[in-house]
């Protein structure tokens, strides 16, 4: 009898859990992967799992209205685009991307620096428009690198050798962004150099970690996890070595400098945004996580697209020469403009394979009423469900069709570029704290494309003969294959390289 009391008891509560307990929550729909019956926890435990499905579920039946999805270690309110239309404007300390991109990758984990905007204004401010002077720059390393990393082998040999795309591209970009970041000095440093593509992976590898089990118990078990581990090493090696080359720079005020390092260093207001170790690990996280590897993950993405299709590679190579007559290293701001085909594949890759589900994350600081009457409360984090928009073919016709020149006109001009944010390119972030550095980013991996076609061939392993390598899912992220292999070889003929 006491064992029934004890059941009932429970039914009870149970009841009163799934009948009120979760009222509060339900003035906006929650998308479940388990019956509504059963506690959220398991929801939040399988959210890595299913997140795709539960994001396309829930803006396929609920399109102009927000709902809410139940992640590890938060609730995400994901918000229409018309509410982003409304909200583009609103400035930081009303929703604050920061803190919300911080939470978003471990920050307490991964160590990201919060409550700043120094490395936006210096980008906004020296980087961007500073530009056609950064491009020869730019090339020149990149030359350099291409020595580098493949070597030019003018022994006659066009043997076809196995290559991993992501690692190949990771250590371009790596090299090409040190100099415009770093400078002269300590750019080639391989120790530098290997440090900065390695803390990419490790940190990320963190984060991933970090997604399925949750920012608390990562954050109390980091010391056992490897990867955060190593993370952990290889910033303290980065602060001792910038941090140095900071008060190095200070001390010789009479030194000339053009990179970020010593934009930050012109442009901290604080005292906490001059300290030299701050400075070196703001340096080291926008270079490492939100320049190098962003653009060799979309690097990746485009190789495998343009391997994918011979016709679209060839179409590609054509463009180039037709650019580029009088060699490689004659890339000027308006050859950039003239790759139309270039660009509008770098952008179509990018709606099909975004770096993830969101894009417009912000933790709501203060309450904000929209047009129709939806109020986003204090504490609330929100995003916009960028790739499902971006793919939903009432807003661009045939969306689910990956098309290469999509963004071409009949006439062969691009309509829209690559590093263009709109709203029907979510991908770079949307409004005022729209991804400073895009621009920059296309003249990178222009370039690198650019003297892949130019130079080099590839075509898939037999591990993928007929098709593109499928891309890695983890929870609401998306990311390129980085252990497909696919070969490469010399181009017997290439435009000169000067």
């Not at 750019?187 to 984060?207: G, P, Q, V, W, Y």
């Not at 900071?246 to 400098?257: A, G, I």
């Not at 994350?361 to 916009?384: K, N």
């Not at 045939?398 to 390119?425: E, V």
Request: proline share 4%; net charge positive; hydrophobic share 40%.
């Amino acid at each position: 009898m006491l064992m029934l009391h004890a059941v009932a008891v429970g039914i009870c509560l149970l009841l009163w859990y799934v009948v009120y307990g979760t009222k509060r929550k339900e003035c906006i729909p929650t998308i479940r992967r388990w019956p509504r019956l059963l506690p959220q926890f398991l929801d939040r435990l399988s959210y890595n799992d299913h997140a795709a499905r539960l994001v396309k579920h829930g803006y396929e039946k609920h399109k102009n209205q927000p709902f809410r999805l139940l992640k590890m270690d938060m609730d995400l309110i994901v918000i229409p685009l018309q509410y982003a239309l409304e909200l583009r404007a609103v400035t930081s300390d009303k929703l604050d991307p920061l803190t919300a991109s911080f939470d978003d990758n471990a920050g307490k984990v991964t160590r990201i620096l919060l409550g700043s905007e120094l490395h936006t204004r210096a980008i906004q401010q020296r980087l961007t428009p500073k530009l056609p002077q950064t491009l020869p720059v730019l090339l020149d390393e990149l030359n350099h690198a291409f020595g580098q990393v493949l070597p030019a082998g003018n022994d006659g040999s066009n043997a076809w050798v196995s290559v991993n795309p992501y690692e190949l591209v990771l250590n371009l970009a790596t090299r090409a962004a040190a100099r415009l970041f770093v400078g002269d000095l300590i750019c080639r440093n391989e120790i530098f150099l290997e440090t900065t593509a390695s803390f990419s992976r490790n940190t990320f590898d963190t984060i991933s970690t970090s997604r399925s089990f949750g920012n608390l118990f990562t954050y109390y078990f980091a010391r056992w996890i490897s990867t955060a581990k190593k993370a952990h090493g290889q910033l303290q090696y980065i602060q001792n070595l910038l941090g140095s080359e900071v008060q190095r720079r200070k001390l010789n005020s009479e030194e000339k400098h053009d990179d970020f390092l010593q934009w930050c260093i012109e442009l901290a207001v604080t005292e906490d945004e001059a300290r030299p170790e701050a400075l070196a690990h703001r340096t080291l996280g926008i270079l490492s996580m939100a320049v190098i590897h962003t653009t060799a993950m979309a690097l990746t993405h485009i190789l495998f697209d343009m391997i994918s299709d011979d016709s679209l590679k060839e179409s590609l190579r054509r463009e180039q020469q037709d650019v580029l007559k009088h060699g490689w290293t004659e890339i000027t701001q308006q050859t950039m403009l003239d790759m139309k085909q270039l660009d509008s594949l770098m952008r179509e890759s990018q709606r099909i394979n975004p770096v993830g589900e969101f894009t417009f994350r912000r933790i709501v600081r203060e309450r904000i009423t929209l047009s129709d009457g939806y109020q986003l409360q204090p504490g609330q984090q929100i995003a916009i469900p960028a790739k499902c928009i971006n793919t939903d073919s009432t807003k661009l016709p045939d969306a689910h069709l990956f098309q290469p020149f999509r963004w071409l006109k009949q006439s062969g001009t691009a309509t829209t570029s690559f590093s263009n944010s709109s709203a029907l390119n979510l991908h770079f972030g949307f409004g005022r704290y729209a991804c400073p550095g895009r621009f920059i980013a296309s003249y990178m991996i222009k370039a690198i494309m650019s003297r892949i076609l130019l130079e080099y061939d590839f075509k898939l392993d037999s591990e993928f003969p007929s098709r593109r390598p499928p891309n890695i899912v983890h929870g609401d992220k998306i990311l390129p294959n980085r252990n497909a292999v696919v070969l490469l070889r010399r181009l017997e003929k290439t435009v000169t390289v000067c």
